[in-house]
């Protein structure tokens, strides 16, 4: 939270009960998987509201993080169309900000790469709350991290 500047005080962090205490992960991936998807929730809410960070335990050893914002929504149509290279949903709201569409593509490249998911809750006017599943203990294959996929590295 500290690395998103002045907006850190609009972001509500909160470990929810039987949350793991520690984690092995790679936490440049991590972070930036987390940046992206707290800075998107701030980009996306109105001037002023919070967005929601919390951590909280999945299922057989996993962590789940949620990033919930107050923004416009997403129509169901859109759910799987905004996590493409080079893609946004289209609304309002992605028509006057600025971006390529390539984050949410590149946080499911690595949350993948790290053994995980990411998934999305949202419709037209509630928000919308991005969960980020991974493994406590790091996936079972290799110590040393999963390699990105090309389009991601030449991306």
Known sequence: ??????????????ALPGC????VTDP??????LTNLVGN???FSPAGEHVGLEAGPGTEDQIVFNVRDHGPGIPDSEHSKIFERFAQ???????????VGLGLYITRELATA???TVSL???????????????VAGPAAPR????????????
């Open 1 to 14: 939270v500290s690395g998103m500047g002045d907006s850190a005080p609009r972001i509500d962090t909160r």
């Open 20 to 23: 793991p205490v520690g984690i």
């Open 28 to 33: 440049q991936r991590l972070g930036q998987i």
């Open 41 to 43: 929730a701030l980009k």
């Open 89 to 99: 949903a289209d609304s309002e709201a992605t028509r006057n900000t600025h971006g």
């Open 114 to 116: 790290m053994g995980g």
């Open 121 to 135: 809750i949202s419709a037209p006017g509630a928000g919308s709350t991005f969960l980020v599943t991974i493994p």
């Open 144 to 155: 040393e991290p999963a390699p990105l996929s090309e389009a991601v590295r030449s991306g």
